[in-house]
């Protein structure tokens, strides 16, 4: 192949092409657990989760919600996946082995989200959230009281008593929490997230009539069971509320992944390496949305 403009421009159109449609096609789990707020500057500030507003009877002076002193911020990272062309592969036709490359650029830039979200998952019991605590923790201030999402239990469909135990004690704690008001907050689980090693027991739990001690299963159908390999604990699940406006987790995105190339026939690149480039690009970043959204086991038992 001559190398002139032409030919790489017509090279490179056919590689964005390809990560274009491997991206469309890459598959995404994070929308199911964490909502997306798009980003217009380096850092976005979310102490406004401390305070929201709720609907009230108006009698004498509207009550103003302050926001609380809590500051939590969460800053955009950049991101890049970047692979080099050789001039000498363009001039002897061997094109073929860039294309699974594009592609394998493009599914990484997909699932972007879902590794920063699902790590936020895995750092829940020892990462804080807006109010300083950590977000799976035993003592989240609320209305000078402490209140837990945490829980030591291992998810089990054994028996009925320990379905009650595990699952069925999470599903009451959410459903009990309550505003600085003391007003319930209407939380309803609707996705049980475990990681591979529990997807028999949470699948079970979910659609078996009766339980293995032959008990009817009063939690059938009471949640959709995602299962995310991401996840590294075998016994840690979780159990969250996905129906609210905020969500349990934040994917903050200030540039969606974009495909970027390097071909000008001057660049240093290509005079010192023989090399054009082509990638993927990308700016954002995860936090923690809502405590009250979600409960987290560790499965261990203490």
Not at 22 to 47: G, H
Not at 107 to 113: E, G, H, I, M
Request: proline content about 6%; glycine content about 8%; charged content about 20%.
């Amino acid at each position: 192949m001559i190398i002139n403009g032409a030919s790489l421009s017509a090279l490179f159109t056919g590689l964005k092409t390809t990560f274009n449609n491997a991206f469309a096609a890459a598959p995404s789990l994070w929308p199911k657990i964490a909502m997306l707020v798009t980003s217009t500057t380096r850092e976005n500030d979310y102490a406004w989760l401390a305070n929201f507003p709720r609907m009230r009877k108006w009698v004498g002076d509207k009550v103003v919600k302050s926001l609380a002193a809590f500051k939590y911020t969460i800053v955009n990272d950049d991101f890049e996946a970047t692979i080099a062309v050789r001039r000498n592969d363009i001039e002897d036709d061997n094109l073929g082995i860039y294309g699974p490359q594009a592609k394998g650029a493009a599914f990484s830039a997909k699932q972007l989200p879902d590794e920063i979200i699902f790590e936020l998952v895995n750092q829940g019991f020892a990462s804080p959230c807006y109010d300083g605590q950590y977000f799976f923790d035993t003592d989240h201030p609320v209305n000078g009281a402490s209140v837990s999402n945490r829980g030591t239990v291992a998810l089990s469909c054994a028996t009925l008593a320990a379905a009650q135990a595990s699952y069925g004690a999470a599903r009451t704690a959410m459903r009990k929490f309550k505003d600085d008001d003391g007003r319930p907050l209407n939380i309803t689980p609707t996705v049980l997230l475990v990681p591979p090693a529990l997807d028999d027991t949470a699948t079970a739990l979910m659609t078996v009539d009766r339980l293995e001690d032959g008990k009817p299963n009063p939690y059938k159908g009471t949640a959709e069971v995602v299962v995310a390999n991401w996840l590294t604990s075998d016994t840690a699940w979780f159990l969250l509320d996905t129906t609210k406006p905020v969500m349990p987790f934040i994917y903050q995105q200030r540039k969606a992944p974009v495909f970027v190339q390097q071909t000008a026939p001057d660049s240093d690149n290509v005079f010192n390496r023989a090399e054009y480039k082509f990638g993927a690009e990308a700016r954002g970043a995860g936090g923690y949305g809502l405590w009250q959204l979600a409960w987290g086991s560790t499965g261990a038992g203490a």
